[in-house]
Every structure is written in C-alpha cells, then in structure tokens.
C-alpha cells in the first residue's frame, strides 16, 4: 500500500468532506467512501476471496470478490472497476445495489467506518489473482456462504456478514 494512497472523507450522507491517507483514516476511524463488490457466475455462485496474509488489516480471511475505496476525483463504480482488475485479473459490468453506513473494529488498533456502496457483476471466467492482494478464491453458492458465516465467522473479514445480510435472497435477479 502506498503511503500517498488517499480515500475521500465522507459525512453522514456521502457528501465529500475532504480526504485523507488510507491508514492514518482507519486509524483514526474518519468516516469515508467505500465500495464491495460481489460477482456470482451463471450458476449463480458468489467468487469469493481470500486476503492475502500480508495485508495491513484481515489478512489470510475469505471476504466478497472485491472491496476498496475511491480516490479523490474517482467516481466510485470506475473505482470498483479498478480494483476488480487489479486483485481478481477481470473486469465484468457492474450495478450498484445499495449503499449503507458501517463501522467495525479491527486489529491493530484499526478501525472500518465506511460509507459503502455495494455491486453486483456476473462472470463467467477464470479470475487470475494479483499475488499481494488474494492468496485464494473460489465459487460458492450464495446458501453455502450464508450457512458458513453462521457457523465460523472467524474465517471471514468482519465486514462480509453485514454485506451478506443485506444481500437480497437472489441478487442475481435484483438486477
């Protein structure tokens, strides 16, 4: 992670206030934009991934397909675009399902306060991981995931059973 990375400081209502560098924001726990990205397949199957183990927070954790945040000036769905190519090796159409205020804590002395914005894509292909970023992935039907969150949430980042829960019963057809 660079340490000129920069995410947009965001009110209560996703108006920008500002920005600030990524980790100094989830230190001091600053309120700011985000997006998560789920992309199911055909069958309809959720790829899920697994953090690297040297990432600066939730390393070694099965999480959705994609999540980050955009730069200042970057309009939020290119953003996610952006980061379903640089840690998954593709690019698929996305929609915006909805968008909801979270704030986590995490190791470290890190915090998660994220207005996030949460996609949906559909693929069909062979994601071909950025090493650094994913350390695995894999295709899982959407009540397979449902039942292991419930039954090993450790496995799984903090945020990823909020999202799952506000997922619609089959998102692939809330399109």
């Known amino acids: 992670m660079s340490e000129e990375e920069r995410v947009i400081l965001v009110d209560g209502n996703d108006v920008e206030q500002g920005s600030a560098e990524k980790l100094r924001a989830h230190a001091e726990g600053a309120l700011h934009r985000a997006f998560s990205v789920f992309v199911f397949n055909h069958r309809g199957e959720l790829l899920l991934q697994r953090r690297a183990v040297d ?5 070694g954790l099965w999480s959705n397909t994609c999540c980050g945040h955009p730069r200042p000036g970057e309009e939020t769905e290119s953003a996610a675009r952006r980061r379903l190519r640089e840690e998954m090796g ?22 998660e306060h ?42 799984y980042t903090r945020w990823f059973p909020l999202l799952l829960e ?10």
């Open 55 to 59: 990432k600066y927070h939730s390393g």
């Open 90 to 111: 593709f690019e698929c159409d996305l929609t915006r399902l909805f968008a909801f205020r979270y704030r986590l804590e995490l190791d470290g002395g890190l915090s």
């Open 114 to 155: 994220e207005y996030d914005h949460v996609f949906i894509g559909r693929y069909d292909g062979e994601p071909v991981p950025t090493p650094g970023e994913v350390d695995g992935w894999r295709w899982v039907p959407l009540d397979t995931v449902r039942r292991e969150v419930k039954e090993g949430a450790e496995r």
């Open 166 to 175: 506000r997922l619609p019963p089959d998102p692939t057809h809330s399109r």
